[in-house]
């Protein structure tokens, strides 16, 4: 599929993600989510609470938290009552952030994900800020 297609398939009217109940399943089952605080949570600004299907910040949140260290072992899409394809979509970026990084999930323990390292050029690109 284009990336326009993709969008569709995705966050389209009809897409996966608006058949999502935000019933935290996926997010909850995940061996990689361990945030105390979950930017997820309605009180913490970033996702509006109560809505269903939930604006399409709640699964591109989810999504990009996971995309780099996930290993596809499909415990968020065992956990959906939605069946939703979340495996596939994580598989999908997972392969292509591994061939732009050359990184692998779960292969070394001590390389950090791709997407959790700033190098020293990084930090020094004016006008980009480090949140906190």
Excluded at 16 to 40: E, M, V
Excluded at 101 to 119: I, Q
Aim: include cysteine.
């Amino acid at each position: 599929m284009g990336v326009e297609e993709r969008f569709e398939y995705w966050f389209g009217p009809s897409g996966q993600f608006g058949q999502c109940i935000k019933c935290f399943g996926c997010r909850d089952a995940c061996p990689i989510c361990y945030c105390k605080d979950c930017y997820l949570e309605a009180d913490r600004g970033r996702v509006a609470g109560g809505e269903i299907p939930p604006d399409a910040m709640f699964p591109m949140i989810r999504t990009v938290h996971v995309m780099d260290s996930c290993v596809n072992c499909g415990q968020c899409q065992d956990a959906c009552p939605m069946e939703l394809p979340l495996s596939r979509l994580l598989f999908m970026l997972s392969r292509e952030l591994g061939q732009m990084f050359k990184y692998e999930p779960g292969m070394d323990a001590s390389a950090p994900p791709p997407l959790r390292t700033v190098t020293d050029e990084e930090l020094m690109v004016e006008g980009v800020e480090l949140a906190l």
